[in-house]
Structures are given as C-alpha cells and as structure tokens.
C-alpha cells in the first residue's frame, strides 16, 4: 500500500490499479491578499488535471474531505468528476460536488462511525474539531450547490472529520486539521496516522487523542505547506501558526518510539516505511 502526499492535507493511497484520495488540492489560488480580500476563486482545471497526469492517476475508487474550506475541498468534486470516483463527506461537501456537475450517484453523506465501501478499501468518519482558536472559520454549512466561482469564505467548514481508511493491505487514519474531539477515536486502530501540525494548541492532548489512540508506529506529517503558492514552486512552510522544526523536536523528545516524517511531494513512498503493517483492518478491537 503505497502514500502519496500533493500538499496541504491531500494524500493519495494506491495499492495496484485500486486508489482513493483524500482533500485532493491541486488548484492552489495565489496569493495571501485575495485570501485575505475573499475574492472569487474556482478549480483551475488544467492545473487539477496535469497533477492527476503526472501523478498516473486514471481512476479513483473515492474522493474523501475533511472538511469543506476552500484549501481540502475546492478541487474535490472536479476530481470525483474526472476520475469516476464516489465523494465522500459532509453535506457541504456533496454541495461543493453538487456545483462541479457530480451526479447524486457519485455523492455519498456520511454519518459519524459509519463504513463506507469503495473498491476494496473499507472508510469511516469519525466526528472531530478544526485547529486554531477560532475552531476553524468561517463556520456553518454550505445549504445548496456551491457553483464556481464563489469567494473563498463560501467554502464553509461544514464540520470536521478524522478519516480511517482500511485495505487489506493496511490501513491509515487522515486526521487533516490538528483539533479533536475528547474520546471520539476509542479503539480507533491504524498502521499510520496523516497528522495535521498546523495551529496545534496543545501537542501532548493532540497526541494522546489522536496518535495515541492509533496505536500508529508511523506519523506523516500534513498540513503544513504554504497553500497560496503553486505546486511547481519550492514548498515552505505556512508563515503563520507552522513550526515544523519545532514540530520535530517536540516529536522527538515526546514519542521518540515513532517514525515521524515529511513526504517529498508526489513521491509514492510504502505506507509503513520499510516495516511491515501490521494490517489493522477493523477499525475497533
């Protein structure tokens, strides 16, 4: 079972000619002030599909969000569409399907511990919270089909998802934004956990709720990328609320027991390293 990480929290997991990504964000708007002067923004298609091109990717089993702002969900139902892939997540998200002409048929709303069966892979969302102090703005829910383009805070949160994803060949728990719910990941068991390290308040509760709990031995680290430069330029961190050297050594002293690491962009690396998964399928013990 083979990772593959495209930036901000979007990962690809692909075993053979079966795949499933999750947050897939391949558009990237420039710029920190149109962000900040909530301009109009939409998919850039020609951008979404020479990424699926370079990265070989035909066809996708699902397209999964974590939740529905503009930097995990804005290319998400372009890339269901042009893939055949079923998507995944909250209401928001089936309306920002909804506006890239995904039929119903494609479109799945997920309720919390639910499975969902796509191809061979086994998913369930289980209820978290969005990092930073505000609890993720902008709030609420998008009520009817987001059609591009719509200015960035109409990407609204919709609610925030951990997502585990199970294959036969191993499994991984994408936990894309670094807030959580107390107890909502009990028994909640994964070979890798995809970790969000922007805006964490507290990293031992972080880890305690959400490693922990996986009983992962691998953690790649996610979301820590600045989002308003395009894929072709050299990734740096986010100037605000990303310490990844700091993350590092936390990580080091914390859980020194854990193989921590960033993944070069693209680059399809085993989900377990050179370990062998220990192949966590059900969910819960």
């Known amino acids: ?15 053979g000619n079966d795949a499933v990504m999750v947050d897939p964000f391949f558009t990237r708007p420039e710029g920190l002030l149109p962000m900040l002067g909530n301009r109009r923004i939409a998919p850039d298609e020609q951008r979404v599909r020479d990424a699926l091109g370079r990265a070989g990717i035909q066809r996708l089993d699902a397209v999964m969000v974590s939740h529905s702002h503009f930097d995990h969900a804005l290319d998400a139902g372009l890339v269901a569409r042009l893939t ?16 890239a002409g995904l039929p119903e048929s494609l479109i799945h709303v997920v309720r919390s511990g639910e499975t969902v069966h796509a191809g061979p892979f086994d998913i369930r969302f289980f209820r978290s919270h969005h990092a930073g102090a505000t609890g993720g703005r902008p709030k609420g829910d998008i009520r009817q089909p987001l059609i591009p383009p719509a200015r960035y805070a109409d990407y609204r949160q919709g609610g925030t998802w951990s997502i585990h994803i199970a294959h036969p060949a191993g499994s991984m728990l994408h936990h894309g934004s670094a807030g959580f719910v107390p107890g909502a990941l009990e028994g909640v068991h994964a070979d890798a956990v995809g970790l ?12 305690e709720e959400v490693v922990d709990r ?19 330029q050299p990734l740096r961190p986010f100037p605000i609320g990303v310490d990844v050297e700091a993350f590092f050594a936390d990580m080091a002293r914390l859980r020194p027991q854990l193989r921590v690491r960033v993944l070069p962009l693209a680059t399809p690396a085993n989900l377990c390293g050179t370990d062998s998964c220990v192949i966590r399928r059900d969910v819960v013990e």
């Open 214 to 232: 996986s009983r992962a031995r691998h953690v790649y680290a996610l979301h820590w990328d600045d989002f308003t430069r395009p894929l072709d």
């Open 196 to 207: 969000g390290i922007a805006l964490i308040d507290d990293l031992p509760a972080y880890l």
């Open 84 to 99: 055949g892939a079923q998507l995944i997540g909250s209401e928001s998200t089936a309306n920002i399907g909804r506006g």
């Open 1 to 15: 079972l083979q990772l593959s990480w495209f930036g901000v929290s979007g990962i690809l997991l692909r075993h």
